[in-house]
């Protein structure tokens, strides 16, 4: 056998429509072109990656993601199943990713097919558009949430740099961070009076201790560093993710794991516990976000563009895969958000475990990203032809 891969057949989902076909090896033996059975000429299935822990690890493509992806294309590089990336990560523009991701994995990434954990942040726009925001993560926080249409964002980089002395480690810190305000402009804010009104955790944050400390002044303020204390302006996370897959050996603290610790220490200092509000997997709303995309993304269109197409609406996809590391976010998410999503859990990244993860099973449990690829397409051929 190629490749050890496991069939969840407990409860509601052995009926999976995949059980009966499951001795077969997984490639794909039909071209792509078979699948075009309906007027709409698209298949009836759509594919979500995960990205970290599945078709990458750091920047290194990983379980053979970029060959995955291309069976995902004709021979032209036409886009033949509808696809995207539904990840936790982010700190870059969907469009920049969509580049990024064009050329690390050698397929034609649209903008449209990259969904990031902060991507839902597009939604807050109408509360804060003018208001006074904070954000902050690894990447260009702050130009994210200004392409989203936020008016008045600083970067955490940018509004530290306003307070003299707020944060007393950065002397010691191995690359201070350069002085943004050195070059001789004057603050693009008056950020002693004027309150923050939001602070936005775009991506994994970099400087933990200076982000904590500037949150917990920003927070038990009111938005005014210095002063007295305030009223909790709101405080988002784009996700929640205790640890991921990134290049090191081992899981690596994510976005949830700052949450705690900003979390705890803020409900040491401060009479009012901390509120916030996360986003990303596994909430249903992310997965209701991208089946709605799935739906609308239209292959087989001119120039190998996705355009949004009323008509296929009509049509939704009958069923969405869900291709992920992590049981208790890309597993857990699919799971909770049900019909059509059908979940396939990895071993390229949080969990490698031989069977299947005790707490969240995945529907199917296989090697890699291409295994998953191969299964899919197999399948849906088949279930195409029978
Ligand atoms: O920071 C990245 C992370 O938390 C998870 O990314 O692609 O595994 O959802 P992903
Ligand atoms: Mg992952």
């Known amino acids: 056998m190629r490749f050890r891969s496991i069939l969840r057949v407990s409860g509601s989902r052995a ?11 997984f490639e794909t033996k039909r071209p792509l072109s078979q699948l075009c059975t309906t007027n709409y000429e698209r298949p009836s299935f759509g594919i979500a990656f995960d ?21 995902l294309y004709d021979e032209s590089g036409t886009l033949k199943i509808p696809f995207l990336f539904l990840t936790n990560g982010g700190g870059v523009p969907e469009s920049k990713r969509a580049l990024e991701l064009s050329e ?32 902050l993560g690894k ?34 810190k191995v690359a201070p961070k350069d002085n943004i305000t050195s070059n001789g402009s004057s603050p693009r804010y008056d950020v002693s009076s004027e309150r923050v009104q939001a602070a936005f955790v775009v991506s994994d944050p970099v400087d933990w201790s ?24 709101p405080l988002y996370f784009a996700a929640d993710d205790l640890e991921y897959q990134a290049a090191f050996p081992s899981e690596r603290l994510g976005m949830g794991a700052f949450r705690i610790a900003l979390e705890s220490i803020f409900n040491r200092i401060h009479p009012n516990a901390l509120e916030y509000t996360s986003f990303g997997k596994p909430h249903p709303f992310v997965f209701k976000n991208a089946e709605n995309i799935l739906n609308q993304l ?26 992920g590391d992590n049981p208790v976010v890309d597993i857990k998410g699919a799971q909770q958000a049900g019909h059509p999503w059908f979940s396939v859990l990895t071993r390229t990244g949080v969990f490698r475990g031989k069977e299947n993860h005790e707490k969240y099973p995945a529907d199917l449990v296989v090697d890699t990203v291409e ?16």
């Open 371 to 386: 295994d998953a690829v191969d299964y899919i397409l197999d399948k849906e051929i088949i279930s195409v032809h029978m």
């Open 139 to 172: 990447g260009e926080p702050a130009k994210v949430m200004s392409e989203y249409g936020f008016k008045k964002v600083l970067s955490m980089d940018e509004y530290a740099s306003y307070f003299d002395n707020i944060d007393p480690l950065a002397p010691y």
């Open 298 to 323: 239209q292959p087989f269109s001119r120039n190998n563009h996705v355009v949004h197409d009323e008509n296929v609406v009509a049509h939704p996809l009958t069923r969405l895969y869900m291709i």
């Open 51 to 71: 990205i970290d822990g599945v078709i990458l690890r750091g920047r290194k493509p990983i379980g053979n993601s970029p060959l995955a992806l291309r069976k």
């Open 210 to 233: 200076r982000d904590i400390q500037v949150l917990c002044d920003i927070l038990r303020t009111g938005g005014l560093p210095g002063k007295e204390i305030g009223h909790q302006p």
């Open 104 to 135: 690390l994995l050698g397929v034609d990434i649209l903008p449209s097919q990259v969904v990031q954990g902060h991507s839902p942040f597009k939604k807050l726009v109408k509360s804060f558009e003018n208001e006074l925001i904070v954000a």
């Open 15 to 25: 009926k999976s429509p995949f059980s009966s076909h499951s001795s077969s090896r």
